[in-house]
């Protein structure tokens, strides 16, 4: 998930079965790896609200419709999250799950490339027509319908076919990819009717169209920059959460964010910039906290891109990267310094024993923050008198603006003069999707969309992302980390992942395709009438109900 344009993810081709069980081993190990970390969250005692009441909710950008499909952002998912079901739901720390809020009641995989959903029966979306294993089907399907251009269409890829029968759904992928289940329990997933969309597919997702409901709230309004309304789905069967209505207004200032959270106008948000996060911890009638989202900052090189095919100048500007002090400013010091790379030792720790995780950590290249070394290593290359060149930052994230400023001012002291070209997060992060020539330093602020130690190195790293459409912006191509990609995906243990990522890890740092800054935080804040965010709040909140998270 881009934290400050989109939300996407892809899965890689594997070439080892494996099976449900181990599946579902990945993310109870990484459960186990990570719940200390989560348990630490602020929260506070209940409040009850009173019957027929609202929750009102601020989000930092409306979403350009509600159809995840087109529309693949945080914030999309922030408004859909409690009105859609999901085919499968991310457990806290992103373990595919089955419960009430998804449209499958049991699931397993038949061998390495073929999973069998079954549907639950006697749900119904809110208009009271059923759901069927025909709108499972078709909602998947969406993202392979090439003429709808799914942003998620990347996390489909080696799907081979998609059939439901019955009251189950058979999935059949080209070649094994222990990601896939994964894949259906995030954005991906989301639950759409058949006949609804058919009816008008036109626009689906605007205000003129909005779509039919499944979750347990069901959307009512919704107007593009100004609001959004959920109210009861009177067909829904499971839990029923205490406000009659949700009811969301879109608020791009920050300041202006706290300043109505603290009259009262808003009762929270998930939009406290990570730069904030203290600010709205000591303001009068809030309450705020952090919980840990997996998340990363930093920047890709385009190692096919002038200056940049130079390995001394990316270890140079790599140098000059002022991890530590850009990790204060841009995460409140909530965040945790990326001094090692891709992944983040979150999805690390726990899986390896202390001893053996350490010990590879250590052979990993460091770049501290040295200006001096930075100058010599520029020295070195075939520019040793600096050059210009532009970063492309999306201009409504703070934490991306403060990163690319920071960088810039470093590298303006050994010679390389960077321009920021400003521009709104959708046409910039579509320059990284286009993927055209000379793509040069790219901004990069991604939350996981799986608990995998290798999901983010398959996205940067894989030689078959390189192209149109995926995420590899450094261009960056190794057979040696494709095959411990394919390895690592395919195989069953998790132990496997996480070497394979230890040695790709060690492998992209002697050359420097990418320079990971800090991991950052995830936060909320509440008006002191509601009781705040509850400790099993996690990485991929945005894909759950996540009202249920809000203490009341």
Same mark, same amino acid.
């Given at each position: 998930m881009l934290s400050d344009s989109s939300h996407r993810s892809g899965g890689n081709p594997a070439s080892r079965p494996t099976s449900l069980r181990t599946i579902v081993a990945l993310g109870a190990v990484l459960a186990l790896a990570i719940v200390a970390a989560v348990g630490g969250t602020a929260t506070a005692a209940d409040a009850s609200p009173k019957a027929g009441s609202t929750l009102n909710w601020a989000l930092a950008t409306a979403p350009l419709t509600l159809f995840n499909v087109t529309s693949f952002s945080t914030d999309t998912g922030i408004v859909t999250g409690n009105a859609f079901m999901r085919i499968l739901e991310p457990g806290t720390f992103g373990q595919p799950t089955t419960g009430e809020n998804t449209a499958v009641e049991s699931w397993k995989a038949v061998n390495s490339t073929t999973y069998v959903y079954k549907i639950r029966t006697g749900i119904k979306f809110a208009n009271g027509t059923p759901i069927t294993a025909a709108d499972v089907a078709f909602s998947i399907n969406l993202h392979l319908n090439k003429k709808l251009a799914s942003l998620m269409a990347l996390f489909f890829e080696g799907v081979k076919s998609v059939k439901a029968s019955g009251n189950?759904?058979?999935?059949?992928?080209?070649?094994?990819?222990?990601? =896939?289940?994964? !894949?259906?329990?995030?954005?991906? %997933?989301?639950?759409? /009717?058949?006949?609804?969309?058919?009816?008008?597919?036109?626009?689906?997702?605007?205000?003129?169209?909005?779509?039919?409901?499944? %979750? +347990?709230?069901?959307?009512?309004?919704?107007?593009?920059?100004?609001?959004?309304?959920?109210?009861?789905?009177?067909?829904?069967?499971?839990?029923?959460?205490? =406000?009659?209505? !949700?009811?969301?207004? @879109? !608020?791009?200032?920050?300041?202006?964010?706290?300043?109505a959270l603290q009259s009262g106008q808003i009762d929270g948000t998930f939009a406290v910039p990570n730069t904030q996060i203290n600010t709205w911890q000591k303001s009068p009638n809030v309450k705020a906290g952090s919980y840990v989202s997996g998340g990363w900052r930093g920047f890709t090189i385009d190692v096919t891109d002038g200056p940049f095919k130079d390995v001394n100048v990316r270890r140079a500007i790599a140098y000059a990267t002022d991890r530590k002090g850009l990790t204060q400013a841009g995460t409140s010091g909530l965040g945790a310094v990326l001094d090692y790379g891709l992944p983040p030792l979150i999805f690390l720790k726990g899986v390896l024993p202390a001893a053996e995780l350490n010990a590879e950590l250590k052979k990993i290249t460091q770049y501290p923050y040295d200006l001096d070394?930075?100058? *010599?290593?520029?020295?070195? /290359? *075939?520019?040793?008198?600096?050059?210009?060149?532009? &970063?492309?930052?999306? *201009?409504?994230?703070?934490?991306? #603006?403060?990163?690319?400023?920071?960088?810039?001012? $470093?590298?303006?002291?050994?010679?390389?003069? #960077?321009?920021?070209?400003?521009?709104?997060?959708?046409?910039? @992060?579509?320059? &990284?999707?286009?993927?055209?020539?000379?793509?040069? !330093?790219?901004?990069?602020?991604?939350? +996981?969309? $799986?608990?995998?130690?290798?999901?983010?190195?398959?996205?940067?790293?894989? $030689?078959?992302?390189?192209? +149109? %459409?995926?995420?590899?912006?450094?261009?960056?191509?190794?057979?040696?980390?494709?095959? =411990?990609?394919?390895?690592g995906i395919a195989t069953g243990d998790l132990k496997v992942a996480a070497r394979n990522a230890l040695k790709i890890m060690q492998t992209t740092s002697l050359t420097v395709p990418i320079i990971p800054v800090f991991s950052f935080p995830g936060a909320w804040a509440t008006t002191s009438g509601i009781g705040g965010a509850k400790s099993s709040i996690g990485p991929f909140v945005y894909n759950q109900v996540w009202i249920k998270q809000i203490k009341a």
């Open positions: 189950s759904v058979t999935v059949k992928l080209s070649q094994p990819n222990s990601n =896939w289940p994964y !894949i259906l329990a995030g954005s991906p %997933g989301v639950l759409y /009717s058949k006949a609804d969309y058919l009816k008008n597919p036109t626009n689906y997702g605007s205000s003129q169209n909005i779509p039919l409901s499944s %979750g +347990p709230y069901k959307i009512t309004e919704f107007q593009r920059d100004d609001r959004a309304v959920l109210v009861r789905n009177p067909f829904w069967k499971g839990k029923k959460y205490k =406000w009659d209505s !949700i009811r969301f207004s @879109f !608020i791009p200032d920050a300041q202006a964010r706290l300043l070394k930075a100058r *010599a290593e520029l020295k070195k /290359s *075939a520019f040793p008198d600096g050059f210009s060149t532009t &970063i492309n930052v999306p *201009a409504e994230s703070a934490a991306s #603006v403060q990163l690319c400023q920071g960088l810039a001012q $470093s590298l303006k002291q050994i010679g390389i003069n #960077v321009k920021l070209n400003f521009m709104a997060g959708g046409p910039r @992060f579509q320059v &990284i999707v286009d993927h055209g020539p000379n793509l040069g !330093i790219q901004v990069i602020g991604e939350a +996981p969309d $799986s608990p995998n130690p290798l999901w983010y190195p398959d996205l940067y790293f894989n $030689s078959t992302h390189a192209v +149109p %459409g995926f995420f590899n912006s450094s261009n960056y191509k190794n057979a040696a980390v494709d095959k =411990w990609l394919a390895e």
